[in-house]
C-alpha cells in the first residue's frame, strides 16, 4: 500500500526529553521506542513493598513464606476500565440504522450486542454543537448514553473537525462564512472520486475561540464522567487522524512552525479541560507535515494514550504501539467484515477479519474496533462472528489487562501476619494506569492498600506486593479487592480468575494449597 508514505525530512530543532516542551518547532524525529526516555510515568500514592523479599537469613524478610493459595487464569471475559471490544454506533457516515427500523431499536441492537464492552461514538463537530454557546446533541449521541447506562456499558468519544464525507463541513454552520477555508481539490483515493476536498482554516481565530469553547463546554459535562471512557485528541485532517492522505505537500498552514504550534495549542487546552479522562492521540506519521510526532510525545508525557486507525500500513504506528511504555492504553480501529461473500477476502484459509484480529493481538492493545466500515448494523458483525467466532473469541479472552494474585505467600514477622501476593497478567496489555490492591477483614475493616508501579504487572511477568496486618489478624477470610488509578480517577477491577470471587469482586483469601 502506498498511502501516507512517511515523509523523510530533517528535525526542526533539538528533541524534547523530561518535561513538556514550552514552545513549538520541537520536532521529535523517527526513534526506536523501546526503551525511550518519556520521562516518568503517572504518579502513584503509597507505593507498595514490591520486593524482592528473601525468605531465609540472613535477609529473611518474609521469614518462614508459605504458598497458602494460588489461582489460575480465568476462561471467560473479563470487563474492566481502560480495555475492551469496542462497537461502534456511528462513523462519519452517521448511526448504524436498518432501512426502515427506528434509530433507537437500530442503537439498542448495537449496545446490547455481547461481544462489545465498550461503544464508540465518532461524530462530528456539527452533531454536538449548532450554535455559540452552547451544545445541543444529537439524537444518536443522547439515545446511545441512555442505553448505556441502561446496559451498563461505557462510551468512547471522538469529535471530528474534518470529515471529506462531510457536507458542507464537519465545523457548524454558524462557522463556515468566518473561517476560510483550503482547497486540495479531488483525488480518487479515498472513495469520493470527483468531490472537492477542503480544510478550514485550523489556526484562524475565530476557529480556535470556538474550538476551545465548545471543548470547554464538553468537557464540563463528561471531564471524568463515570460513563466516558476516553476522548480523542483532536487531531488535523482526515477523520481527525492527522493527514490530508493523498494530498501531498499540501496543508492549510504558511510554514511548519505554523502547523505544529495550531495544534500543539489544541492538545495543550485539551488537557487543560480533561484532567480526569485519557485523551487517545492517533500515532499517525507526520505525512502532512503538520507536527503529527511534537503530539504523540506530548500524548506520552503527560500519560495519555494512543490509538491507530489502522493495522496494515505504516511500520512506524506499530513501532509506537508495540513498544509504548506499559501504562500507555492503545486503540486499534480497523474495519471489519459484514460475513458477505465479497468482504471475507479469504487467502490461504483465513479470512482478511481474522488476518488483521491476529495482528491487533499482537502490538498488545487495551481496544479493538468492532466496525462494519460506513455499514454498521448489529446484523453484520453478528453474521461475521457466527461464521468466524474463533479470532473475536481469541482476542476478547486477551485483550488489555486480566489481573490475578496467581500466588499468596503467608508470613509472621515479629508477630506480624503478612501476606505476599505474585500478582500477574495474563493479558496483552500493561495496566494503562497504575493498579492499586486494598484488603479488608472479614467484619469490613480496611486493613491495608497501595499502588503497583504505572503498567505493572506486565504480560508474561511476575510482579510482587507485600502486606503487614496487625498481630492477631486471621489471613484466612482476608478479601483483596483491586482499582486502577488513571489521572486521579479510581475505577474497580474484577480478578480474571478462575477460582470464585464475592459479588463486590473481593477475593477471599482460603487455603487451597
Request: proline share 7%; glycine share 8%; with cysteine.
Given at each position: 500500500m502506498n498511502r501516507r508514505n512517511f515523509l523523510q525530512r530533517s528535525a526542526l530543532a533539538t528533541l524534547a526529553t523530561g518535561a513538556l516542551p514550552n514552545q513549538a518547532n520541537t520536532f521529535v524525529p523517527a526513534h526506536n521506542w523501546d526503551g525511550y526516555d518519556f520521562g516518568r510515568g503517572p504518579?502513584?500514592?503509597?507505593?507498595?513493598?514490591?520486593?524482592?523479599?528473601?525468605?531465609?537469613?540472613?535477609?529473611?524478610?518474609?521469614?518462614?513464606?508459605?504458598?497458602?493459595?494460588?489461582?489460575?487464569?480465568?476462561?471467560?471475559?473479563?470487563?474492566?476500565?481502560?480495555?475492551?471490544?469496542?462497537?461502534?454506533?456511528?462513523?462519519?457516515l452517521g448511526p448504524g440504522r436498518r432501512e426502515n427500523e427506528p434509530l433507537e431499536k437500530s442503537l439498542e441492537k448495537l449496545v446490547r450486542l455481547s461481544l462489545g464492552d465498550v461503544l464508540y461514538l465518532r461524530v462530528d463537530w456539527r452533531d454536538i454543537q449548532s450554535k455559540p454557546g452552547r451544545l445541543d446533541f444529537c439524537d444518536h449521541w443522547r439515545i446511545a448514553f441512555d442505553l448505556a447506562k441502561q446496559y451498563n456499558k461505557r462510551i468512547g468519544l471522538r469529535v471530528q473537525l474534518m470529515s471529506p464525507e462531510i457536507?458542507?463541513?464537519?465545523?457548524?454552520?454558524?462557522?463556515?462564512?468566518?473561517?476560510?477555508?483550503?482547497?486540495?481539490?479531488?483525488?480518487?483515493?479515498?472513495?469520493?472520486?470527483?468531490?472537492?476536498?477542503?480544510?478550514?482554516?485550523?489556526?484562524?481565530?475565530?476557529?480556535?475561540?470556538?474550538?476551545?469553547?465548545?471543548?470547554?463546554?464538553?468537557?464540563a459535562t463528561y471531564n471524568g464522567h463515570p460513563q466516558v471512557e476516553f476522548i480523542d485528541t483532536y487531531m488535523y485532517g482526515f477523520w481527525g487522524e492527522g493527514h490530508t492522505w493523498p494530498f501531498p505537500d499540501k496543508n492549510p498552514f504558511p510554514d511548519y512552525a505554523t502547523a505544529e504550534r495550531t495544534f500543539v495549542d489544541i492538545f495543550e487546552m485539551q488537557c487543560a479541560h480533561w484532567k480526569n479522562t485519557p485523551l487517545l492521540t492517533n500515532t499517525q506519521p507526520d505525512y502532512s507535515n503538520v507536527g503529527n510526532s511534537e503530539i504523540v510525545d506530548r500524548t506520552i508525557r503527560s500519560h495519555n494514550w494512543l490509538r491507530t486507525d489502522t493495522i496494515f500500513i505504516e511500520n512506524m504506528q506499530?513501532?509506537?504501539?508495540?513498544?509504548?511504555?506499559?501504562?500507555?492504553?492503545?486503540?486499534v480501529e480497523n474495519g471489519i467484515s459484514d460475513g458477505t461473500p465479497e468482504s471475507l477476502k479469504i487467502s490461504e484459509g483465513v479470512t482478511r477479519t481474522d488476518n488483521i484480529i491476529a495482528h491487533a493481538k499482537d502490538v498488545g492493545p487495551n481496544y479493538f474496533s468492532l466496525w462494519n466500515w460506513h455499514h454498521i448494523q448489529a446484523e453484520r458483525l453478528q453474521h461475521y462472528y457466527e461464521q468466524y467466532p474463533d479470532a473475536i473469541d481469541d482476542l476478547s479472552l486477551s485483550i488489555g489487562y486480566?489481573?490475578?494474585?496467581?500466588?499468596?505467600?503467608?508470613?509472621?514477622?515479629?508477630?506480624?501476619?503478612?501476606?505476599?501476593?505474585?500478582?500477574?497478567?495474563?493479558?496483552?496489555?500493561g495496566v494503562p494506569g497504575a493498579l492499586r490492591i486494598s484488603i479488608v477483614s472479614s467484619t469490613g475493616q480496611k486493613l491495608a492498600e497501595g499502588s503497583l508501579d504505572p503498567g505493572y504487572p506486565l504480560p508474561g511477568k511476575?510482579?510482587?506486593?507485600?502486606?503487614?496486618?496487625?498481630?492477631?489478624?486471621?489471613?484466612?477470610?482476608?478479601?483483596?479487592?483491586?482499582?486502577?488509578?488513571?489521572?486521579?480517577?479510581?475505577?474497580?477491577?474484577?480478578?480474571?480468575?478462575?477460582?470464585?470471587?464475592?459479588?463486590d469482586g473481593a477475593l477471599v483469601v482460603?487455603?487451597?494449597i
Amino acid at each position: 500500500m502506498n498511502r501516507r508514505n512517511f515523509l523523510q525530512r530533517s528535525a526542526l530543532a533539538t528533541l524534547a526529553t523530561g518535561a513538556l516542551p514550552n514552545q513549538a518547532n520541537t520536532f521529535v524525529p523517527a526513534h526506536n521506542w523501546d526503551g525511550y526516555d518519556f520521562g516518568r510515568g503517572p504518579a502513584i500514592t503509597d507505593r507498595l513493598n514490591q520486593g524482592p523479599f528473601p525468605s531465609y537469613k540472613p535477609e529473611e524478610v518474609v521469614p518462614g513464606a508459605e504458598v497458602i493459595m494460588a489461582t489460575t487464569p480465568s476462561k471467560k471475559r473479563v470487563s474492566n476500565y481502560g480495555m475492551g471490544m469496542t462497537t461502534y454506533l456511528c462513523d462519519e457516515l452517521g448511526p448504524g440504522r436498518r432501512e426502515n427500523e427506528p434509530l433507537e431499536k437500530s442503537l439498542e441492537k448495537l449496545v446490547r450486542l455481547s461481544l462489545g464492552d465498550v461503544l464508540y461514538l465518532r461524530v462530528d463537530w456539527r452533531d454536538i454543537q449548532s450554535k455559540p454557546g452552547r451544545l445541543d446533541f444529537c439524537d444518536h449521541w443522547r439515545i446511545a448514553f441512555d442505553l448505556a447506562k441502561q446496559y451498563n456499558k461505557r462510551i468512547g468519544l471522538r469529535v471530528q473537525l474534518m470529515s471529506p464525507e462531510i457536507e458542507p463541513q464537519s465545523m457548524p454552520d454558524f462557522l463556515l462564512n468566518k473561517v476560510p477555508l483550503y482547497k486540495f481539490g479531488t483525488t480518487n483515493e479515498i472513495g469520493l472520486p470527483g468531490k472537492v476536498q477542503f480544510a478550514p482554516q485550523f489556526d484562524h481565530p475565530v476557529f480556535m475561540n470556538a474550538l476551545k469553547e465548545m471543548d470547554g463546554l464538553l468537557a464540563a459535562t463528561y471531564n471524568g464522567h463515570p460513563q466516558v471512557e476516553f476522548i480523542d485528541t483532536y487531531m488535523y485532517g482526515f477523520w481527525g487522524e492527522g493527514h490530508t492522505w493523498p494530498f501531498p505537500d499540501k496543508n492549510p498552514f504558511p510554514d511548519y512552525a505554523t502547523a505544529e504550534r495550531t495544534f500543539v495549542d489544541i492538545f495543550e487546552m485539551q488537557c487543560a479541560h480533561w484532567k480526569n479522562t485519557p485523551l487517545l492521540t492517533n500515532t499517525q506519521p507526520d505525512y502532512s507535515n503538520v507536527g503529527n510526532s511534537e503530539i504523540v510525545d506530548r500524548t506520552i508525557r503527560s500519560h495519555n494514550w494512543l490509538r491507530t486507525d489502522t493495522i496494515f500500513i505504516e511500520n512506524m504506528q506499530i513501532e509506537s504501539l508495540s513498544n509504548r511504555p506499559a501504562w500507555t492504553g492503545a486503540f486499534v480501529e480497523n474495519g471489519i467484515s459484514d460475513g458477505t461473500p465479497e468482504s471475507l477476502k479469504i487467502s490461504e484459509g483465513v479470512t482478511r477479519t481474522d488476518n488483521i484480529i491476529a495482528h491487533a493481538k499482537d502490538v498488545g492493545p487495551n481496544y479493538f474496533s468492532l466496525w462494519n466500515w460506513h455499514h454498521i448494523q448489529a446484523e453484520r458483525l453478528q453474521h461475521y462472528y457466527e461464521q468466524y467466532p474463533d479470532a473475536i473469541d481469541d482476542l476478547s479472552l486477551s485483550i488489555g489487562y486480566r489481573i490475578r494474585p496467581s500466588w499468596i505467600w503467608s508470613f509472621e514477622r515479629d508477630g506480624h501476619p503478612g501476606l505476599v501476593l505474585g500478582l500477574v497478567n495474563d493479558g496483552v496489555a500493561g495496566v494503562p494506569g497504575a493498579l492499586r490492591i486494598s484488603i479488608v477483614s472479614s467484619t469490613g475493616q480496611k486493613l491495608a492498600e497501595g499502588s503497583l508501579d504505572p503498567g505493572y504487572p506486565l504480560p508474561g511477568k511476575v510482579r510482587q506486593a507485600l502486606f503487614l496486618f496487625p498481630k492477631g489478624t486471621n489471613l484466612e477470610g482476608l478479601k483483596m479487592y483491586a482499582a486502577i488509578e488513571v489521572k486521579g480517577m479510581r475505577y474497580g477491577v474484577k480478578w480474571a480468575c478462575q477460582q470464585k470471587t464475592e459479588e463486590d469482586g473481593a477475593l477471599v483469601v482460603r487455603r487451597n494449597i
